[in-house]
Antibody, heavy 118, light 110 residues
Framework: QVQLQESGPGLVQPSQTLTLTCSVS??????????WSWIRQFPGKGLEWIGY???????YYNPSFSRRVSMSKDTSKNQFSLKLASVTVADTAIYFC??????????WGQGTVVAVSS | QSVLTQPPSASGTPGQRVTMSCSGT????????VMWYQQVPRTAPRLLIH???QRPSGIPDRFSGSRSGTSASLAIGGLESDDEAEYFC???????????FGGGTKLTVV
């Protein structure tokens, strides 16, 4: 059974870089069948896909994030990570990690709340 | 403002069949398959339907999906109180080059 768990700071200051980690159990993050995604949910409930990492470290990011986002994998820890630079109040959200193949996201982690505030 | 449009609310009584819609454009639903997610408050979304009408293992056949033109629908038959949740649709958008979601429909079982 694949399970995911997000971790990271609950509070980030504006203009700083947000770093989140997703710990995976039940499957290797190196398994080429899986895509490892980050998705966020705003306080008003809207969902936004951020991007995914797959295969040996290939990445694809939502163009709306421009060059602010980067993702990586740590196979020794069976984790993958998200870095979001130059955060603003608009980046306040619940951040979920999720997996799946190229056509769906399932399962998801329980989510971690991130607030951007000084 | 979400790319895909869903009615904000829907309701039904136990045992009833409820249908909810998801409207898009030729850049998204018009050319790509649709997923549906269920989100109970304070939990992560759960995949109900992928590839328009395919149920993952463990999802009851009371849940069904369809797609026609630039719209998609999720139907829930034999409504149960546990079905009270938020329902989101999602698909790939060829113009935005990203996965996009609907704003969600809150289902109330009265």
């Amino acid at each position: 059974q694949v399970q995911l768990q997000e971790s990271g700071p609950g509070l980030v200051q504006p203009s700083q870089t947000l770093t989140l980690t997703c710990s995976v159990s039940g499957v290797s993050v190196d398994d080429s069948l899986y895509y490892w995604s980050w998705i966020r949910q705003f306080p008003g409930k809207g969902l936004e896909w951020i991007g995914y990492i797959y295969d040996s470290g290939n990445t694809y990011y939502n163009p709306s994030f421009s060059r602010r986002v980067s993702m990586s994998k740590d196979t020794s820890k069976n984790q993958f990570s998200l870095k979001l630079a130059s955060v603003t109040v608009a980046d306040t959200a619940i951040y979920f990690c999720a997996t799946g193949d190229s056509n769906w996201f399932d399962p998801w982690g329980q989510g971690t709340v991130v607030a951007v505030s000084s | 403002q979400s790319v895909l449009t869903q009615p904000p609310s829907a309701s039904g009584t136990p045992g009833q069949r409820v249908t909810m819609s998801c409207s898009g454009t030729t850049s998204n639903i018009g050319g790509n398959t649709v997923m549906w997610y269920q989100q109970v408050p304070r939990t992560a979304p759960r995949l109900l339907i992928h590839s328009d009408n395919q149920r993952p293992s463990g999802i009851p056949d009371r849940f069904s999906g369809s797609r026609s033109g630039t719209s998609a629908s999720l139907a829930i038959g034999g409504l149960e109180s546990d079905d009270e949740a938020e329902y989101f649709c999602a698909t790939w958008d060829d113009s935005l080059k990203a996965w996009v979601f609907g704003g969600g429909t809150k289902l109330t079982v009265v």
